[in-house]
């Protein structure tokens, strides 16, 4: 059952400000306590063409490592979901980095919400981030300020989850935080159902959504972007160059 808080949210003092450009300005949270992140990277990346749009060259560096770069400063572990082919390529794209868990899929292509519960399953926290592997310009600030909203919200309420929500309404739960074995319960219903869709699990919590207003506030929208095509990974490279502003570039939002 989703809570939004709409136009109850209000901006504490120590919030910082939003920043104007698609890259954060702000300090990376340094103090991460028992925090993991799940990358979801088991896709078969049909629209990518024949590679693994995982590991592919975003301006010189592998997506996934982006993701992971990123994500490292705000989490204590990082658990990679992906098929047991893609391990090698994954394993070297993020090397002289983090060292990441495997959370191997059992059976491939199952659906992003069969790879959230294999990879929480594979978490040792009582809190993960779950990040898509193709949303390279994820905030870890806004990612961090999720985390810290999520023991308490108001002081009576504990929310199983925080999903941030855009104005198409569409829910980004593959960018959003959540207590780790309540989402695993959830999952194990959700596919004893036959129900594959991760909305089906969320359906099963307690969540608190945010909604736009309040993430222009907290972060900016271009880093919900994902990328699904090699021209939405030309737009990316683009954006990390400077060439163009990332709110002129054709990214999907999931």
């Known amino acids: 059952m989703a809570a939004d808080r709409g136009e109850s949210q209000s901006k504490s003092e120590s919030e910082p400000e939003p920043p104007s450009e698609f890259e954060s300005q702000r300090e990376w949270a340094s103090s991460p306590t028992g925090r993991s992140a799940l990358i979801l990277a088991g896709g078969y990346s049909r629209r990518f063409g024949d590679a693994d749009k995982a590991v592919a060259e975003l301006a010189g560096t592998p997506m996934i490592r982006r993701v992971v770069d990123r994500l490292t400063p705000v989490v204590e572990t990082v658990v990679i979901n992906c098929r047991a ?31 959230i519960l294999t990879g929480l399953r594979a978490t040792q926290t009582d809190v993960a981030a779950i990040v898509a592997c193709d949303m390279p310009f994820v905030d870890p600030n806004f990612v961090s300020s999720l985390f810290a909203q999520l023991p308490t919200v108001d002081g009576t309420t504990e929310p199983d989850a925080i999903v941030p929500q855009l ?34 699990a969320l359906a099963e919590l307690e969540y608190l959504v945010l909604d736009e207003r309040e993430l222009r506030e907290r972060t900016v929208l271009e880093s919900f972007e994902n990328v699904n095509t090699r021209a939405e990974l030309a737009a990316a490279a683009d954006a990390l160059s400077g060439e163009k502003r990332v709110d002129e570039l054709p990214f999907e939002r999931i």
Request: aromatic share 4%; glycine share 6%; with cysteine.
């Open 85 to 115: 082919k893609q391990q090698p390529a994954i394993r070297e794209a993020l090397a002289d980095g983090v060292d990441p868990t495997f959370a191997v899929d059992s059976v491939p292509d199952r659906g992003p919400m069969a790879g």
């Open 167 to 200: 104005e198409s309404r569409h829910l980004q739960p593959t960018q959003a935080v959540y207590r780790t074995q309540p989402m695993i319960d959830a999952c194990e219903r959700a596919l004893a159902r036959g129900d594959s869709r991760v909305q089906d």
